[in-house]
Every structure is written in structure tokens, then in C-alpha cells.
Nanobody, 123 residues
Framework: VQLQASGGGLVQAGGSLRLSCAAS????????MAWSRQAPGQEREFVAG????????FYADSVKGRFTISRDNAKNTMYLQMNTLKPEDTAVYYC?????????????????WGQGTQVTVSS
């Protein structure tokens, strides 16, 4: 499994970014996927997860109402639309593929990870 995350960058507080995660090497549409993030000196934390069909999603409380996770199985791509960004959203964002169809909120439950994309929100 190969995952390529992109779309990060520098944005002012209140701004928006859209992250993408292109997947290859696996039957993409059979597995749940997720976004997690890791800020300097902190543990990796779950941000959002999505079921194989995209019909179910789950968000961390810290991003609920501001971030939207989605996927396009025809393009083998997952997205994270991030609105109303805050300085505390600054982190490296990683995409991951689950072992099955359930959405786990613990990053250690995801065995496949991309290389990460940096998101920096200035105040």
C-alpha cells in the first residue's frame, strides 16, 4: 500500500486548506481510511475517519464542524477539507488505511501510513 498526502501549506487563521491522499496498491474501496496529525513534541492524534463507501464519518471533537472528510473511490483518493483553521491545527497531517471496514479513532489501529504534509496556521 502506498499513500501520498498533499495539499498542506501556510495559511492565516480563519483560512482554509484541502488535503488530498492518493492511494495505490490495495483495493481502496474496501477499507476505512483516516486522517491523523502530529504537532511537534506531541503524540499523533486522530482527526477524522471515513468508512469504505464514504457513508459514515467520524471526527475528533477538536475539528468537528470545521473539517470534512470525504473520498472518491473511483479516483482512489481521500480528502480533508479544513475550514476556519486555528493556530492549534498546525501539525503534520498523515493519511492512513485501516485493516478493515471499521473506523477506529486510535492511530495505532491503522497499519498503513503516508509520508505526511505540513499544515501551518499563523495567528
Amino acid at each position: 500500500v502506498q499513500l501520498q498526502a498533499s495539499g498542506g501549506g501556510l495559511v492565516q487563521a480563519g483560512g482554509s486548506l484541502r488535503l488530498s491522499c492518493a492511494a495505490s496498491g490495495r483495493t481502496f474501496s474496501s477499507y476505512s481510511m483516516a486522517w491523523s496529525r502530529q504537532a511537534p513534541g506531541q503524540e499523533r492524534e486522530f482527526v477524522a475517519g471515513i468508512s469504505p463507501s464514504g457513508s459514515s464519518t467520524f471526527y475528533a471533537d477538536s475539528v468537528k464542524g470545521r473539517f470534512t472528510i470525504s473520498r472518491d473511490n473511483a479516483k482512489n483518493t481521500m480528502y480533508l477539507q479544513m475550514n476556519t483553521l486555528k493556530p492549534e491545527d498546525t501539525a503534520v497531517y498523515y493519511c492512513a488505511v485501516a485493516r478493515g471496514s471499521g473506523i477506529a479513532s486510535e492511530p495505532s489501529m491503522y497499519p498503513y501510513w503516508g509520508q505526511g504534509t505540513q499544515v501551518t496556521v499563523s495567528s
